[in-house]
């Protein structure tokens, strides 16, 4: 008579232990695994740690697996969150655009909008770069064309403010001009070309006077 053996019915892991990836990283989660995603945000970790490196040495130096290794995680977990290292500028462009429409909300007038571009590149330098470099990002983002109309909506609200003498009759190329004074000095600023004629004044006051000779009906 053959004694028959009974073959041992799979568990809810698989005969031979866990197959499903998911199932691995699950129960290490579960165990006390969280050594890859040891942060509350690993997304915003990866950011703020891609505008340390933007600050320090500009978008080229900017790596997915370095800002892995720095923000304590495996290589492949920035690609999770940016699918690759334009997603991630994008990302940082488009949230940047988000804080400059918030920077120019309720702003008292076109000279205070122009300070407060000023102060928001001044605040935000790695954003600023990123965020004028378009050869760096996905053009049709759909968070990043959503940030920069609101941005722009809020240069055109400071704009349309001003009277009509004080600003020539097509708003739109005054809009140029308030934008290509503040922004050109915010980029001078940042790039130390002004640090002879600013000196020791306060650039945010020093940019209030000139829009003042730019714009005389703005205040």
Do not use: C
């Not at 923000?71 to 940082?92: E, M, N, Q, W, Y």
């Not at 965020?131 to 064309?145: G, H, I, S, V, Y």
């Amino acid at each position: 008579m053959t004694k028959s053996t009974r073959t041992p019915s799979p568990g809810p892991t698989g005969p031979t232990g866990p197959s499903d990836p998911s199932a691995t990283s699950d129960s290490a989660a579960k165990s006390g695994g969280r050594r890859a995603y040891h942060h509350g945000d690993l997304r915003r970790a990866i950011v703020t740690a891609a505008l340390d490196v933007i600050s320090a040495e500009g978008p080229s130096a900017l790596s997915l697996r370095d800002l892995a290794r720095r923000a304590g995680v495996s290589h492949a977990a920035p690609a999770h969150h940016f699918k690759d290292r334009t997603g991630l500028l994008t990302a940082i462009a488009a949230e940047g655009y988000g804080l400059l429409a918030a920077t120019l909300t309720d702003a008292a007038d076109l000279k205070d909008a122009g300070v407060r571009y000023v102060r928001f590149a001044r605040e935000h330098p790695a954003h600023f770069q990123v965020m004028f470099t378009p050869e760096l990002l996905r053009a049709n983002d759909l968070e990043l064309t959503t940030a920069r109309a609101l941005a722009g909506e809020r240069l055109r609200d400071a704009v349309s403010a001003v009277p009509p003498q004080g600003r020539g009759t097509d708003a739109r190329l005054a809009g140029v001009a308030a934008w290509s004074l503040a922004h050109g000095f915010a980029t001078l600023l940042l790039s130390h070309n002004l640090d002879g004629p600013v000196g020791d004044q306060d650039p945010e006051e020093v940019f209030r006077l000139l829009s003042g000779l730019l714009f005389q009906g703005s205040s």
